[in-house]
């Protein structure tokens, strides 16, 4: 079934499948792809930005040094196929060294078609990568803290006999978000091409949305992901504007497509959805000797997320209030990270007001 249902990757509003061969390789890197509409030296020559030299013609890529293995392939197989089967020669910089790839050839359709795989193989990799980045709303203003405190206070006073619940699966309350979109950003140009999307961003629809003001924002009321409030993974407290207009997802839907559209974020959904994180199975911590011992010897065994009972929390707190907040910036946040004031990281700013 996979030969008749082929993954497919987009690439700048083009579609690709990847090419099921019959023979097997043992790493990750022997993966082959082919352009959709047929051999990828079909592809329209508009495309990309290729020169005519002296000798042929030449084309340049910008590639993350993380991704480089990729394209190499094992004892540089990948890379001698797609230089034998596109009659071209690929120039990549040294291991752990910023820079172009550079593809030459004496036919313009073959340079074509060796740039076209790099693409393909380049995204369908990156995809595997671990997010690094996020766009955020902060939400750890004082007051929304507090009350989450409070919150949390009152769970494990009337809830912590239900099953799963504990201390440990509560949201750091300086790092209480609103999550617009996560972002895989392996360089420090990939980082800034990222902040320059955000400035556009305020140039092209932020201003003209917000109108020079604040987003009045109202945090209230619990929810949660799944489908049976007695296993539960997240429990996130609902946000919406004051005024009961939709400026607040506008933005972060025009925010998400702008960023997918760049290619430096997957598409998940039609709609962002606008939810602050409060507690969450990940974040649980056993204390077991067993725990213990694999934290001593290195071990991270794989283990199914515990799930928590969250009947009587939703019941007792459906309508907690935690406060309102002003909210004037989006962050490029940086993952597992902490600034001074106990927040991520923050790569780059957008302020609206």
């Known amino acids: 079934m996979e030969v008749l249902r082929p993954t497919l990757i987009r690439i700048g509003g083009r579609i690709y499948r990847k090419n099921l061969q019959q023979q097997s390789y043992p790493n990750e890197e022997e993966d082959d792809f082919y352009a959709g509409s047929g051999d990828p030296r079909d592809e329209p020559y508009d495309a990309f930005l290729v020169e005519e030299t002296e000798k042929g013609f030449q084309c340049a890529v910008e590639v993350p040094s993380l991704l480089y293995k990729y394209i190499i392939g094992k004892k540089g197989e990948t890379k001698k196929r797609m230089e034998t089967e596109t009659r071209t020669s690929i120039s990549i910089p040294k291991p752990g060294m910023e820079g172009q790839i550079v593809i030459t050839g004496q036919q313009r359709s073959g340079v074509i078609s060796a740039r076209t795989r790099i693409d393909v193989l380049v995204e369908s990799f990156r995809k595997k990568q671990p997010f690094t980045h996020f766009l955020s ?4 203003q004082p007051v929304i803290q507090e009350k989450f405190l409070q919150f949390k206070e009152e769970v494990l006073e009337k809830c912590s006999k239900d099953h799963g619940v504990s201390s440990s699966l ?11 979109g996560t972002l895989v950003l392996l360089n420090e140009q990939e980082i800034q091409k990222a902040c320059e999307l955000l400035q556009k961003s305020k140039e092209d629809f932020t201003d003209k949305t917000v109108g020079g003001k604040p987003l009045t924002v109202e945090v209230a009321g619990i929810e949660y992901m799944n ?7 997240v429990l996130y407290a609902k946000v919406h504007m004051k ?14 497509e702008q960023f997918v559209s760049s290619g430096l974020m997957m598409k998940e959904w039609d709609s962002v959805k606008l ?34 009972d969250g009947r009587n929390i939703l019941k007792v707190f459906e309508n907690f209030h935690f406060g309102e907040v002003q909210l004037n910036s989006v962050h490029l946040s940086q993952r597992f990270s902490t600034d001074s004031s ?5 790569s780059g700013q957008l302020t609206f007001s």
Do not use: C, V, W
């Open 342 to 346: 106990g927040y991520y990281a923050t």
């Open 137 to 140: 709303f902060a939400l750890n």
């Open 227 to 233: 489908d049976d409030p007695a296993m539960i993974d």
């Open 170 to 180: 509560f949201q750091n309350p300086a790092k209480l978000h609103l999550t617009i």
């Open 275 to 308: 939810h602050a994180t409060i507690m969450n199975t990940l974040f649980r911590k056993e204390s077991n000797a067993e725990e213990q011992n694999n934290a001593i010897t290195g071990k991270l065994p794989f283990k199914e997320r515990e799930t928590f």
């Open 243 to 256: 005024d009961g207009s939709d400026k607040l997802q506008l933005i972060a839907n025009r925010l998400m």
